[in-house]
Every structure is written in structure tokens, then in C-alpha cells.
């Protein structure tokens, strides 16, 4: 389902709590959302007013990602760059890393699966966006 984007502070800077297999409509409506917004790359669950730590990306061939429990465990190549967000009215100054290497959950069969991953370039940028979000950092 397609849901109206939260720009309330109080909601975007709150933590989230960890996501589980249950939450899995939630990735659906941020899919959903996501893929209804022109040029939107990526959303996290708090942008669509539910607090639980996931996001959600499009590769380079628009197929959509869902991460459960997004978290950065190592960044290479930091960098300092303006970046806008959807749930923001002004852009932001940013430290941002080159490559990234996240562990993350996936959704397998109804159950959650714990992954590693190492993200570059744009897609890592997004990544780290989303895990911003998660941990309640207004970008």
C-alpha cells in the first residue's frame, strides 16, 4: 500500500526498534511507496511513519532491496558531500564513505536471515542513508 511520506521530526529522530520476519507488509508498503515517487532511490520505514529499523532500495535495474536491520560495520574512503532527502526541506552536509560493508537481515521463507554485504558508489550512499534513518539521525 502506498503511504503519505512523515516529515515529523519526532517521528524521523527516534531509534528504531528491530524489525522481524512479522514486519514484512511493512516492506511491501515501503516498496510500494517507494516505486509510486518520481526519482526516489531509496526510503526507511520511519519516512513512512513506522518506527522499526528497515529500509528499502532500487539497484540499477529498479529491482527493489529491503534491508532489516541495516547496520554499517566498517566504511573506507569518507567524504564529506551535500545530500537531499525526501522527508527534509533543505539539504544536508554529510560524511559519507566510498564503500561500506553492512550487515543486514533478509527476509527467506518467512524467516529472517542475517547477511554481510560490502555497498559502493551510489548504492552505498543510499544504504548509508538508510541506516541514518534507522538510528534516528535527521541527515
Same mark, same amino acid.
Request: proline share 2%; net charge negative; aromatic share 4%.
Given at each position: @500500500?502506498?503511504?503519505?511520506? &512523515?516529515?515529523?521530526?519526532? &517521528?524521523?529522530?527516534?531509534?528504531?526498534? +528491530?524489525?522481524?520476519? *512479522?514486519?514484512?507488509?511493512?516492506?511491501?508498503?515501503?516498496?510500494? #511507496? @517507494?516505486?509510486?515517487?518520481?526519482?526516489?532511490?531509496?526510503?526507511?520505514?520511519?519516512?513512512? %511513519? *513506522? #518506527?522499526?529499523? /528497515?529500509?528499502?532500495?532500487? !539497484? !540499477? $535495474? *529498479?529491482?527493489?532491496?529491503?534491508?532489516? $536491520?541495516?547496520?554499517? @560495520?566498517? %566504511?573506507?574512503?569518507?567524504?564529506?558531500?551535500?545530500? %537531499?532527502?525526501?522527508?527534509?526541506?533543505?539539504?544536508?552536509? &554529510?560524511? +559519507?564513505?566510498?564503500?561500506?560493508? &553492512?550487515?543486514?537481515?533478509?527476509?527467506?521463507?518467512? *524467516?529472517?536471515?542475517?547477511?554481510? +554485504? !560490502?555497498? @559502493? %558508489?551510489?548504492?552505498?550512499? /543510499?544504504?548509508?542513508?538508510?541506516?541514518?534513518?534507522?538510528?534516528?539521525?535527521?541527515?
Amino acid at each position: @500500500m502506498i503511504k503519505e511520506l &512523515v516529515k515529523d521530526e519526532a &517521528v524521523l529522530s527516534k531509534k528504531c526498534t +528491530r524489525a522481524t520476519a *512479522e514486519d514484512e507488509k511493512i516492506a511491501r508498503d515501503l516498496i510500494d #511507496t @517507494m516505486k509510486s515517487i518520481e526519482d526516489c532511490a531509496c526510503l526507511a520505514a520511519n519516512q513512512i %511513519g *513506522e #518506527t522499526v529499523a /528497515m529500509g528499502a532500495y532500487l !539497484d !540499477d $535495474n *529498479e529491482d527493489a532491496h529491503v534491508l532489516y $536491520n541495516p547496520r554499517i @560495520m566498517m %566504511g573506507l574512503g569518507a567524504q564529506k558531500l551535500t545530500e %537531499g532527502c525526501l522527508t527534509r526541506e533543505e539539504p544536508s552536509k &554529510v560524511t +559519507r564513505y566510498a564503500k561500506v560493508k &553492512v550487515s543486514f537481515d533478509e527476509l527467506v521463507d518467512g *524467516e529472517l536471515k542475517p547477511r554481510k +554485504r !560490502d555497498f @559502493m %558508489g551510489w548504492t552505498g550512499q /543510499m544504504i548509508q542513508h538508510i541506516c541514518d534513518h534507522c538510528q534516528g539521525k535527521l541527515v
